[in-house]
């Protein structure tokens, strides 16, 4: 099996862990995380958390994905047909755009219905996700099909769209 990406179901809270786990064995990951606000109530805190709880990335062929498993913060890899889940580099590309942008993100549980598009201008230029309507205004989500999960974000009104076909 030639490399590609995969997404590894962590114990609870062992993300970070997990990731140190894999990059020690020497195995490329991804772990997408996002830092919030938290409130208290004696104190205000910036903190960096997963944008998938539960999830991280790999990028592995079929020996270093049977290596993973293997770590402790690991529960199993993802499943599709009886095979290992593969995600489309697009896929992982998008969320990273995504996250490198200084627009806050959402995690939405569920995959939003609607028109695939790839925004053609602005700080997003070149994701392709699925559009969705809110009150709000414009936003577009880039969904992970196989974790169920949609990363949304807000686009000004002056984005560009233009709708794709089906990859």
Known sequence: MEKSWLALYTKPRSEFKAEEQLISSGIQT????ITK??????????????LFRGYIFIYADEHERLTS??????????????????????QIDNIRK??????SVIVHNGIVPGAKVMIKSGSFQGVIG???????GKSIS?????LNRSVIAHLP???????????
């Not at 606000?37 to 960096?48: A, G, V, Y």
């Open 142 to 146: 880039v969904s992970i099909d196989l």
């Open 37 to 50: 606000l938290k409130q208290w109530s004696d104190r205000k805190k910036k903190i960096t958390e997963p």
């Open 157 to 167: 009104d002056n984005c560009v769209l233009e709708v794709v076909k089906e990859h």
């Open 30 to 33: 991804y772990l997408p995380t």
């Open 130 to 136: 699925t559009v969705i309507n809110e009150s709000s």
């Open 98 to 103: 995504m996250l490198e942008s200084d627009t």
């Open 69 to 90: 498993v293997e770590k402790p913060a690991i529960v199993r890899c993802l499943f599709d047909n009886g095979r290992p889940a593969r995600i489309p580099d697009w």
